[in-house]
């Protein structure tokens, strides 16, 4: 019996995890066994009804759709580059042609926008796009910040451009510029300086809304008086002055990004502001701008794209608003969609509409291209009228197909009569009975559309969410002013701008002819495809259960003779009645006698239930409801085997765990748990009568809020309910508890956690200037208005030092590792620095760069020690040649093998400064960045410098040259490297074979997986190897110092492997060629030695995954061990949790019978079963144990703890020292992966 409840809670466990997969077979043939049946790869689905295209998400490319999509609504920047043909931009089909210029990044644009204009597909792909950015696999799972891409992408969009006629494209219609003002007020001398924008970032805390905080920024005078004066150039003294800025020019569309996210330096965290934030569909930037005399109109723009961001400062998701401008999709909404529907069916009621001709034509009217499957007729037809062709009908006029067969003078059917549409030319004798009623239909299913009548009442905008384009009202807008969904970025258009009226919904305006031919071609095809599809995909299986072969037993239907023999399989065609199911039955089961019940039942975890009966034998499968991979129980709708069977979902068997508090003759208590099935609609108090227990009480077992087990006891009234209304369900537990036991309660207690912070009005300033003074450290009162220079003049003055620094230092704030970061100008506000209330800031000599110069951190090599920086102050416009010279002198090295590179997000050596010529300005290089000064000299473009390790599983035992010796490492004779471990010695797992490296090669990235493997087979380290031809070799991806991802196709290039720019690769040697199948699995085997925790040598085995299920693993291991099935267990190991999971046989068994059109894929979770994974085999002949696990693996699991331990009390120790946060404050206790910085790879174009 325990083996029996262990099966069914681990179907409920599982059931659902995994995909099934399916191979194709006729609907005419019948078998026993089970048949895999192949689903045919469906093509992209066509439009939604709003006949707008999304974009896919690549897995975490929310925030790139949401950007594309705005430019793509933005029909000046759409069409401007449209205008830029083949001659200026180049062709793709050349891009792997090293000699010619092709701009690749604009010419993926191109191509997506005329997908979204043009192409019937539900959602476009931007994974072509991604490439054109060199991005990896990883990058595009990683979410980024839009606005951050919003100045990324214009950029690498002029990097592209550049010598073309759209060089200025971005300057053209988005920049401008901004005017900052401070005028004396003694000598009246006005101080300006001239800043560019592409976007304008504005405040969102403390302010009301986007006029209230551009009238902060742009009208509001900041006065310098008092304590807080200003140092004039001319007057050459500190002076009261006003401080102001103005908008000097105004860009054709004018982008908006918020300031959401934010630092809590008390809490040391960041958050997202949620506050109310308003903004105006139309707006007048008049106030805000330096000329005011033009008329009102030049100042006026108008919403029409807002980016949407749900989610925390840590993950999220990112979803438009956008108004459709040219009005290219249809703003019709499914509420208004379906009235003509309502008015349809209100006619058929009436009795006014009874003529399917007439409906008929009415429903083909309404579709676009006048083309609809057959089958979707009558699903139509249900919808309009509230009834079925059959039953309404097919009496009169016979079947749907076979009407439309008969009145081929209207209707048109397709060779294979899967398709219907309305005949261009239909004879007037034909329609003129019906001419009427017809045209009073076709007026009522459109002359309430709006979106079809009345397109210039309100602006069309649509909420486009990745692939999903739903039609929204304008007032809409307003929820997006506050809370966790709320607008980030604000896009505005001059309302002066006007569309010419040929643009309007015209999707094929201004766009090139090679486009519009490419798309055309595009269409037919896929609709090509889909009919293909239609036809394939009209078929679905059935499992039939047949009834003599099981018995009724434990509240359930179990099979009586093995579970081959009593479940038929059978695929069907869904379009056809259940009278033909039944017949079709009863021609395969020649011995059946009697009536024939078809009932629709499902495998529940205390066996087989029977739901529900099917009827209406001239009803098609579809529209009773019968779906794919549906259990049908085929009996006499009475009893099976003499016994009557309850059907129906309210007394489905539940298999309840059963606890019950016994006291033995020792007078000790213990918890005897048993399984017991009890029908739904039962009473609760039938436990007692089932246990053979006087009297009691009975206690209901639930998860409490902090995810904790307890136990309620039932009112001793409610034990006449059912289970059903006591919520309980298969798998819950019952608690029975005798008169004889005093406790009543297994209830737990939970707390609440209080959190309370002080507000701070100073900034912390450490005298760093290597000069002796009383204290190390003052505070300094300040608020965020608070000039720098006021903070250092007292902070010298509080400090006793010499009023000689107040000519030669400067303030410099100090992050929380205690590092100096860019020194902060003396005219900045503690706004303007961005330095929150409680900063630290360290008091050093030394000016602080000019507004022309810049302060860069510099560093040698790749490995960065904090604190090992040094530092630099150069001009802007210095070049990356000069400044490399610079560097070498400071560093005192000479020479030219070396080369400059940023340092990323992740404080790793990031993209190197490959334009020697460009200035710091022009690559964006800011104060405060730190470059890193790298040996060697840049490889030239389009070529790749690969690291070569070995990597051999099995075989003698070498010596050979450890990650650290990576210099002329040859491997010996028996070409496997040992660094701790033997390979292949007893007790081994293979996860824990070395790498040895071999050395670097060089190679053009458009050259081909095979040539690097034969460039490999020519490093010294591999000279004494006798390898026949690259075949033999096997490439593998490094991960984690282990081999990661199988390299199959030998003539892929190398940069369609998506390889990324640091990518190392390992070579195996293999003792023949190998030839995989894009469905081939790679996986290792080792066999477990009897009496011994440990394993063999591994030994290589190709699993075919395209059936992907456990027991077809479980017979190919058996195959190549010749072992019978049953009598082996396999385990796939996870070598960094050092743990084994076994592949179960049973729920392969199990969750094929489901409903549900899922099969446990071991490719999917919990195994993720991939090329190179270990897999354990036990020979249950010999060795009969549970566990898979080696003595490494405990010793390795118990070495993992004691770490999480250390750091979690270590953590706690550091908050609870920290003076800044008082005990019990909220501080972030989930750990966040590290950011990673977002670039866009381009090529030199200058």
């Known amino acids: 019996m325990s083996c029996f409840l262990k099966v069914a809670f681990s179907f409920t466990m599982f059931g659902d995890l995994f995909e099934e997969d399916h191979s194709s077979v006729s609907d005419t043939r019948y078998a026993n066994g089970k048949k895999l049946k192949t689903k045919a790869l469906e093509p992209p689905a066509p439009r939604e009804f709003t006949k707008l295209s999304g974009i896919r998400n690549q897995g975490g490319t929310c925030y790139l759709n949401s950007l594309l999509q705005t430019l793509h609504f933005t029909p000046e920047f759409r069409e401007a580059l449209f205008s830029l043909g083949p001659e200026e931009l180049g062709s793709l089909e050349d891009k792997d042609d090293p000699s010619a210029k092709v701009r690749v990044i604009p010419l993926q644009l191109q191509r997506l926008f005329a997908q979204l204009l043009l192409l019937d597909q539900e959602a476009a792909s931007t994974a072509d796009l991604t490439d054109s950015f060199g991005w990896t696999s990883n990058e595009e799972m990683r979410q980024q910040d839009v606005q951050e891409l919003n100045r990324v992408l214009f950029s690498a969009l002029e990097a592209s451009l550049v010598g073309t006629s759209g060089h200025d494209l971005v300057h053209r219609l988005y920049h401008g510029t901004i005017v900052h003002q401070v005028v004396c007020k003694e000598c009246k001398t006005v101080s300006d300086k001239q800043e560019d924008f592409l976007d304008l970032t504005v405040a969102v805390k403390n302010v009301s809304g986007l006029e209230d905080a551009l009238w902060n920024m742009y009208v509001e005078e900041e006065v310098f008086d008092c304590d807080n004066l200003y140092h004039c150039g001319t007057c050459d003294r500190l002076v009261k002055a006003a401080k102001s800025a103005k908008l000097r020019k105004l860009p054709p569309f004018l982008t908006v990004s918020l300031l959401r996210f934010n630092f809590d330096f008390v809490k040391c965290e960041r958050y997202k502001e949620t506050s109310c934030y308003t903004f105006p569909l139309r707006i007048n930037l008049k106030p805000f701008c330096e000329q005011s005399e033009l008329d ?5 723009y108008d919403l029409f794209s807002v980016i949407i961001h749900k989610g925390g400062c840590y993950g999220g998701h990112y979803h438009v608003y956008i108004k459709d401008i040219d009005h290219l999709g249809n703003w019709q909404f499914q509420e208004e969609k379906c009235k003509a529907d309502v008015k349809l069916k209100d006619l058929q009621n009436e009795g006014k509409i009874d003529d399917p001709l007439v409906i008929l034509k009415a429903i083909l009217s309404q579709e676009d291209s006048n083309l609809i499957p057959v089958d979707q007729l009558g699903q139509k037809l249900l919808k309009k009228i509230g009834v079925s062709w059959n039953k309404k009908f097919r009496k009169q006029c016979g079947p749907l197909r076979k009407f439309l067969q008969l009145h081929s003078q209207i209707f048109l059917l397709s060779s294979d009569e899967s398709t219907v549409s309305l005949r261009k030319n239909c004879p007037l004798q034909a329609e003129s009975s019906f001419q009427r009623k017809g045209q009073q239909i076709f007026e009522t299913l459109t002359s309430e559309s709006p979106g079809l009548n009345d397109e210039t009442s309100c602006p069309h905008w649509f909420d486009i969410n990745d692939s999903k384009v739903q039609p929204i009202e304008e007032k809409a807008i307003e929820q997006q002013f506050q809370g966790k969904e709320s607008a980030y970025m604000l896009f505005y258009r001059k309302s002066q701008l006007q569309r010419p009226p040929e643009a309007r919904a015209n999707p094929r305006y201004r766009v090139p002819r090679h486009l519009l031919n490419e798309m055309d071609a595009a269409n037919i095809e896929l609709q090509t495809k889909r009919a293909e599809c239609d036809s394939t995909n009209n078929t679905f299986e059935l499992h039939l259960h047949l009834g003599p072969h099981y018995r009724f037993f434990n509240g359930a239907l179990q099979p009586a003779v093995s579970q081959t023999e009593s479940v038929w399989d059978l695929t069907f065609d869904k379009r ?17 006698e009697g ?17 529900q009966t099917l009827d209406g034998d001239d009803l098609a499968l579809w529209e009773i409801g019968v779906a794919d991979e549906e259990d049908i129980f085929v009996w006499d709708g009475v009893e099976v085997g003499g016994i009557q069977i309850p059907t129906g979902g309210d007394c489905e068997p539940l298999l309840l765990n059963v606890l019950h508090l016994a006291t033995s003759s020792e007078e000790c208590q213990q918890l005897v748990e048993s399984p017991h099935v009890f029908p739904a609609n039962a009473e609760v108090g039938t436990v007692l009568t089932a246990l053979a227990v006087p009297g009691g009480a009975i206690f209901i077992s639930s998860t409490d809020s902090a995810g904790g087990q307890s136990w309620t006891a039932i009112p001793q009234g409610d034990l006449k309910k059912t289970f059903r209304e006591h919520g309980l369900q298969s798998g819950s537990s019952i608690l029975i508890q005798d008169a004889r036991s005093d406790d009543n309660s297994l209830l737990t207690k939970q707390g609440k956690w209080i959190t309370s912070v002080n507000d701070i009005d100073w900034v912390e300033v450490k005298n760093l200037c290597q000069l002796e003074s009383e204290e190390e450290q003052v505070k300094i009162s300040a608020t965020v208005n608070t000039v720098v220079l006021d903070i250092r003049i007292k902070a010298i003055k509080e400090l006793k030092l010499m009023k000689e620094l107040a000519e030669n230092s400067c303030l410099r704030p100090v992050d929380r590792n205690g590092k100096l970061l860019c020194p902060v100008p003396d005219s900045y506000t503690l706004r303007d620095a961005e330095l929150k209330m409680g900063s630290s800031l360290g008091l050093c000599p030394g000016k602080a760069p000019t507004s022309s110069q810049l302060f860069l951190f510099f560093s040698l090599g790749s490995d960065i020690q904090p604190g090992s ?9 210095v070049s990356v040649r000069d400044c490399l010279k610079t560097v070498l002198e400071k560093f005192g090295l000479l020479g030219d093998a070396w080369h400059l590179r940023r340092m990323d997000w992740c404080c790793e050596a990031g993209e190197p400064l490959r334009e020697e010529d460009a200035t710091l300005k022009e690559l964006t290089i800011r104060s405060g960045d730190t470059l890193l000064l790298t040996e060697g000299k840049l490889l030239p473009a389009g070529l790749l410098k690969v690291p070569i390790w070995w990597f051999q599983p099995r075989g003698p035992v070498g010596q050979g040259k450890s990650r650290q010796d990576q210099t002329n490492g040859t491997p010996s004779q028996g070409g496997v490297c040992r660094a701790a471990a033997t390979p292949g010695a007893p007790g081994d797992v293979l996860a824990e074979v070395p790498l040895c490296y071999l050395g670097d090669v060089e190679i053009s990235a458009d050259a081909t997986l095979v040539q690097l493997k034969a460039q490999a087979m020519t490093l010294p380290s591999l000279s004494e190897f006798s390898i026949p031809s690259p075949a033999f070799l096997r490439a593998w991806t490094v991960d984690r110092k282990r081999p990661g991802r199988l390299l199959r196709e030998n003539q892929q290039q190398l940069r369609d492997c998506k390889l990324g720019r640091r990518t190392e690769i390992c070579l195996e040697l293999l003792q023949k060629e190998e030839h995989l199948g894009p469905q081939d699995v ?24 395209a059936r992907g299920t456990a027991s077809s693993l479980r017979q190919r ?4 061990y010749s072992l019978p099935v049953e009598n082996i267990e396999i385990a ?13 046989s049973w729920n392969q068994q199990v969750t094929k019978r489901k409903k549900k059109k899922k099969r446990d894929n071991l490719q999917g979770a919990p195994y993720y079963l991939k090329d190179g994974d270990v897999v354990g085999v036990k020979n249950l002949l010999v060795e009969d144990t549970a566990d898979f696990s080696t003595a490494r693996d405990d010793t390795e699991r118990a070495r993992q703890t004691p770490p999480a331990l250390g750091q979690r009390k270590s953590q706690a120790a550091l908050r609870g020292q920290s003076s800044d946060v008082l005990p019990g404050a909220d501080t972030p206790g989930r750990p966040h992966r590290p950011e990673a910085s977002l670039s866009i790879h381009v090529g030199s174009f200058r």
């Open 296 to 300: 009102d109109l030049e100042y006026m």
């Open 576 to 592: 056809k009645t259940l009278g033909d199911l039944r017949q079709s039955i009863f021609q395969l089961l020649e011995f059946w």
């Open 595 to 611: 009536d024939m019940v078809l009932s629709v039942a499902k495998f529940v975890p205390a066996g087989l239930h029977v739901y």
């Open 869 to 877: 920086e040094m530092e630099i102050i150069v001009e802007e416009t």
């Open 1082 to 1105: 790679l996986l290792r085997t080792q066999l477990r030695l009897p009496g011994e925790r440990a394993y063999a040598l591994p030994v290589d085995m190709v699993w075919d995954a």
């Open 1117 to 1120: 291991v058996a195959d190549s």
């Open 1132 to 1144: 796939k190991y996870f070598p960094d949790k050092f743990e084994w999971l076994p592949v179960s």
